[in-house]
């Protein structure tokens, strides 16, 4: 598609489940990132990919979130024994290379998630 | 660690007056520095973005901002403020390697008739 692509735009789940966040990158795109967005705060580093280098996991808040890229492409954030904390808008990124190289960051419209 | 910090979580202007948001970072080497705009119930979108070339850059609907190395800012400038600017802006600095973007509390501008 044109732009990155994010499914499901919306999830409401109850405490305790497990979810899962997928994400499609622009075409080519070698470089995702996932961030978290909380009401009214920033937006809160989770995880990045680059290419097939090992993954930069260092946002990612508790061993309950996990995610992997498939192939290079599609991407899957899973928080399992979701918690109402958990509850936050979930934005996916991608980029052609890395921001150090001036290449854009592109993001999608994100993943809308309440715990209840 | 690089950082941002966004002085002011809301800024109210009047239609037609000049925008000012403001942005400082910490880094040891200059960094590369990114303006975001999120309008309600949307995506990030790029506004602008400094890569170590003109220190003043120009971006999308208007706005501008200047890197001063100096002041370790990156101020985002608009100078007639028109409704549809009402949104919330960001800016974000990447560290060179290896590249995640660090993005500051960010700064919602409501803009008055």
């Known amino acids: 598609g044109a732009g990155v692509s994010q499914s499901p735009s919306n999830k409401v789940t109850e405490k305790g489940k497990d979810v899962e966040l997928r994400c499609d990158p622009i075409?080519?795109?070698?470089?995702l990132y996932w961030y978290r967005q909380s009401l009214g705060q920033g937006l809160e580093f989770l995880i990045y990919?680059?290419?097939?280098?090992?993954?930069?996991k260092s946002g990612l808040p508790s061993d309950r979130f996990s995610a992997e890229r498939t192939g290079g492409s599609v991407s899957t954030l899973t928080i399992q024994r979701t918690q109402q904390e958990d509850s936050a808008v979930y934005l996916c990124a991608s980029s052609s290379g890395q921001p150090g190289s001036g290449n854009t960051i592109y993001f999608g419209e994100g993943s809308w998630l309440t715990v209840v | 660690a690089q950082s941002v910090t966004q002085l002011g979580s809301h800024v109210s202007v009047s239609e037609g007056a000049l925008v000012l948001l403001r942005c400082n970072y910490s880094?040891?080497?200059?960094?590369?520095l990114f303006w975001y705009v999120q309008y309600p119930n949307q995506g990030l979108q790029l506004l602008l973005k400094?890569?170590?070339?003109?220190?003043l850059v120009k971006g999308i609907n208007g706005f501008e901002a200047e890197f001063k190395k100096s002041e370790t800012s990156f101020h985002l400038t608009k100078p007639s403020a028109h409704m549809s600017d009402a949104a919330e802006y960001f800016c974000?600095?990447?560290?060179?390697?290896?590249?995640?973007?660090?993005f500051g509390q960010g700064t919602e501008l409501s803009v008055k008739p």
């Open positions: 075409s080519g795109h070698t470089a």
């Open positions: 990919f680059q290419g097939n280098s090992a993954p930069d």
């Open positions: 400094y890569t170590s070339a003109a220190t």
């Open positions: 974000a600095v990447s560290e060179r390697s290896p590249g995640k973007l660090i």
């Open positions: 880094s040891s080497v200059p960094p590369y």
